[in-house]
Each structure stands twice: as structure tokens, then as C-alpha cells.
């Protein structure tokens, strides 16, 4: 055969490295979140690796009845861990999931679940449900400090004890799929009404 002019060459060889470049560039559009191991992922709060079903449980709401998380199978759930008299970062938390139901449609739940069964007392989770406008958008679920405590080990919660900014800091507000696995974890430096509603909402699309 004969041997093509060194020109020709130099073409095609600069024709594939902006090829690659091009290529490069159309995959390294910014995702929305990181997961837990590193990798992309569709979400802004941090994706639990996949398969993890949720932790059960059942305990009492604010008027009294029973509420088992195993009831909200079929529905994206929002588990989130506080207490009625922690102060400013509590009600910041239960803002910002007010925001985004919000901005979602029905049929997404809401469960507030005590870390502090002493201090929620009846009249202190009126009042709070009452002053961040989440009376009957949210249930707020409380039981005794022993029904409790295997809850706050199998979520990672900290201790109601700690100084009040850090238990707001580390406490966790989980987002369970339809399936009833746990998928996307939020602490509070990450927790924004439209992060949370975007999470949300990528979980509701997707297929059962």
C-alpha cells in the first residue's frame, strides 16, 4: 500500500484528540450529590447504598393513634429524628421539610419521630407543630425511652443530651422509597427546602 503523507496523519490524529476532548467534555456535566461510596449520584443529599431496607417500627402520633413505618410501604417517606424543646435548629429542621411538602404534591409522608420522649409532651409538640405550620401535614411520633432507643441505634441518632446545635447538626432525616428502602440521608448543613424537595422527587419517579 502506499504510505499516506505524514500531513494526513497529523489530521487524524488531531481530529481524534478533539474528538476525546469533546467527548470529555459532555460527561463532565456536575451531578447533583455524591454517594456514600464516593460515587455520582442523582441525588443532593448523600445516597445509602442500595438495598437497605428500612428499620421498622411503630409508636404513637400526636393524637394518640399507632403508626407503624411498614404502613407507609407504597409511598417516598420522610423520616426525620428531633424534639419539641431543642430549640431554634429543631424548628429550622421542621421548616425546611415544610418547605419542601411545600413544593411537592400530596401524597408524600411526613414522619417526625421523637428524640426525647420526656420533653415531647403533648402540649410542647401542639405548640411546636402549631409555630412551624406542620399540624396535620406531618405525624410526630413518639413512644417510651425504651420502645425508643433501639429507633435512635438503627438510625444513628444522637443523643437528645448532646448541646442542642450538635444534636441538630448530626441528626439525620432519612427519605424512604416506595420500596421501604432507606435511600438518601440529609444533616442539617445540606438541608434545604428545594434539596430536599429534588430528592424527593426523583424518588417518586421512579418506577415501583
Same mark, same amino acid.
Given at each position: 500500500m502506499r504510505a499516506r503523507p505524514a500531513g494526513v496523519h497529523m489530521r487524524a490524529a488531531l481530529l481524534a484528540a478533539l474528538a476525546a476532548a469533546l467527548i470529555g467534555c459532555s460527561s463532565g456535566r456536575p451531578t447533583s450529590g455524591v454517594s456514600s461510596s464516593g460515587g455520582s449520584s442523582r441525588f443532593i443529599g448523600a445516597a445509602l447504598p442500595a438495598g437497605v431496607g428500612a428499620r421498622d417500627f411503630t409508636l404513637s402520633d400526636e393524637a394518640?393513634? =399507632? @403508626?407503624?413505618?411498614a404502613s407507609y410501604r407504597g409511598a417516598v417517606t420522610i423520616v426525620a429524628f428531633l424534639y419539641s424543646t431543642c430549640g431554634g435548629e429543631c424548628a429550622v429542621i421542621a421548616q425546611q421539610i415544610r418547605g419542601a411538602l411545600?413544593?411537592?404534591p400530596k401524597g408524600v409522608a411526613a414522619l417526625l419521630v421523637s428524640a426525647d420522649p420526656a420533653a415531647d409532651t403533648h402540649a410542647h409538640v401542639a405548640s411546636f407543630l402549631a409555630a412551624t405550620s406542620l399540624a396535620? =401535614? @406531618?405525624r410526630y411520633l413518639t413512644g417510651s425511652e425504651r420502645v425508643l432507643r433501639p429507633v435512635w441505634r438503627a438510625y444513628d441518632v444522637p443523643p437528645a443530651s448532646s448541646p442542642s446545635p450538635r444534636f441538630a447538626r448530626a441528626t439525620p432525616l432519612v427519605l424512604?422509597?416506595?420500596a421501604g428502602r432507606e435511600r438518601v440521608l440529609f444533616q442539617l448543613e445540606a438541608l434545604t427546602p428545594e434539596a430536599l424537595a429534588h430528592d424527593v422527587?426523583?424518588?417518586?419517579?421512579e418506577k415501583p
Open positions: 394518640g393513634r =399507632r @403508626v407503624s413505618l411545600d413544593q411537592l396535620g =401535614r @406531618v424512604i422509597d416506595r422527587g426523583v424518588l417518586l419517579r
